[in-house]
């Protein structure tokens, strides 16, 4: 079994996979645009719709994030949900860290805990949450 985070944007989705891309080093996104839906008459896609995400997949690390533009839908993240990064590497938790601090909302400074040599939150410039956690050897 697995779970896969589903992210739900205002129209700036692909802004989001280019920040979290840079910041986890992961591949390349799999975008698909609501342009890129089959032709349906009934029910055509707007032109102020076509450009948006439809779906996104991107790996970061040895997880699958799934992204989409929600239009007619406002997203609002929150602080009942926030997403954990760990690592066991002290420089890749700090990029990630100091890369989703841009224009967002830092919580908790990176700083020894006594549970971990380096913890941190933020919530990044969509709102997202995030935690940062230095796996203990």
Known sequence: MSFSPYLNFNGNTKEALALYKKAFDAGEPEIMLYKDMPPNEENPVADELKDLVMHAELKIKDTWFMFSDAPGMESNF????????ASKDQAELKKA?????????????????FWSKSYG?????FGVGWQFNLNNE
């Open 78 to 85: 929150g602080n009942g949900l926030t997403l954990l990064y």
């Open 121 to 125: 939150s933020l919530v990044d410039k």
């Open 97 to 113: 860290f100091e890369v989703l601090r841009e224009n967002g909302k830092v919580e908790m400074e990176l700083q020894e805990t």
